[in-house]
């Protein structure tokens, strides 16, 4: 079985050519880099978390190499059907599929995989990009959308039990609720990984204002700015 282990790493071509052609020219844009895998792998096990979902897990590039690089077993969560068999194709071939599964359905409409840990590559993003830089349009997409899953994954994230991780890479569009603390963060990566952990429940206060559309809409053009997804 291949193993992930940097500074060793195989280029993402070398593992993107196991994907069907069309999700390979995905890659560059909506898939995890390997790196970056690796090094959310070391730091799930270094924090001892045995599961992690991987929300918006896309052709499953993320859940495989974790899988190969790390103890965790991957969780995907995925809205497009095509998506969800290209990700158990795609651990089946690597030999992980024992370690590697995948939930069909939306934010917001099927309820999260519990786990020890999430990992957020900005999933909501692609709502605000232009036709050609989707994936496909075959799902709802757009600014609504982009508020409403961001709103319903910090609500998520703000019920979550105490002790559990987050990793983002390049973020996801929102805020962690307060009681989260970040323990981790590599900057020499090609988008910025972070990971926190829930060490207190948020006070009960008065909700917050509604977030606008515009103000999502503004911080993520800004965010796409500085960091391209």
């Given at each position: ?204 206060t008065e909700p917050p204002p509604s977030r606008t ?17």
């Amino acid at each position: 079985m291949l193993r992930l282990v940097a500074p060793e790493l195989p280029s993402d071509r070398t593992f993107d050519d196991r994907m069907p052609e069309d999700l390979r020219a995905c890659s560059g844009q909506h898939w995890t880099p390997l790196a970056v895998a690796a090094r959310a792998a070391e730091w799930l096990d270094a924090a001892g978390a045995r599961t992690v979902v991987d929300v918006g897990c896309g052709a499953g590039k993320f859940c495989v190499a974790v899988a190969l690089a790390g103890k965790a077993t991957v969780i995907g969560f995925e809205q497009r059907a095509h998506l969800v068999a290209a990700t158990r194709d795609l651990a089946a071939d690597f030999g992980v599929a024992d370690r590697v599964s995948v939930v069909h359905g939306a934010l917001g409409s099927t309820p999260l995989p519990v786990a020890d840990a999430y990992y957020l590559f900005n999933p909501f993003g692609e709502n605000l990009f232009d036709s050609d830089e989707r994936v496909d349009d075959e799902v709802e997409l757009g600014v609504e959308r982009y508020v409403r899953d961001i709103i319903t994954m910090e609500r998520y994230l703000d019920h979550a039990p105490i002790g559990t991780l987050v990793i983002t890479y390049n973020g996801f569009g929102g805020r962690l609720p307060e009681g989260y603390v970040e323990e981790r963060v590599d900057h020499e990566l090609p988008r910025v990984l972070r990971m926190s952990r829930k060490v207190a429940d948020a006070p009960i206060t008065e909700p917050p204002p509604s977030r606008t559309p515009d103000r999502a809409l503004d911080r993520s053009r800004r965010a796409r700015r500085r960091a391209g997804r």
